[in-house]
């Protein structure tokens, strides 16, 4: 298993979108992600966008007024990881056009289908954005 957690945080440190791929309790959460948040949110944008943080290696990126962050095993590729994120954006600005923190907020449940056609697991098994997209699109015309 690769990816251990996503989170979508924006400027201020909160939380919009959390998804765990191994167990720990909601203290243990709590906990570990303002730590993270608190680190990432800290750093200049000179910095690199891999930060070691306990047994994890965090890779994050900013788009907009929000911050994308996943922790990683260490022997994980940070790269792959860098594309991976950008996939979620790209096909998060395909649906939603332009996707923002507001439309995170208000579709939690769609952003959490698409991680979830995307990662399985903990492992990245989609990244074509018309096979992410499909099953969105029939609900949306189903409703």
Known sequence: MGIRFILMVNKQGQT?????????????????EGEIVRK??????QQCSFVEHRNYKIVYRRYASL???VGVDNEENELA????????V???DRHFGNVCELDIMFHLEKAHFMLE??????CIIETSKANILA???LMDKAS
């Open 67 to 69: 911050f994308f962050l």
């Open 117 to 122: 056609e995307m990662v399985m697991n903990g």
């Open 40 to 45: 990432c949110l800290a750093r200049n944008e």
């Open 16 to 32: 919009r979108l959390a998804q765990y791929y191994e167990y720990l309790t909601i203290e243990e959460r709590r906990a570990l």
């Open 81 to 88: 990881i860098l594309e991976f994120i950008h996939l979620l």
């Open 90 to 92: 790209e096909t998060m």
């Open 135 to 137: 099953p969105i699109q």
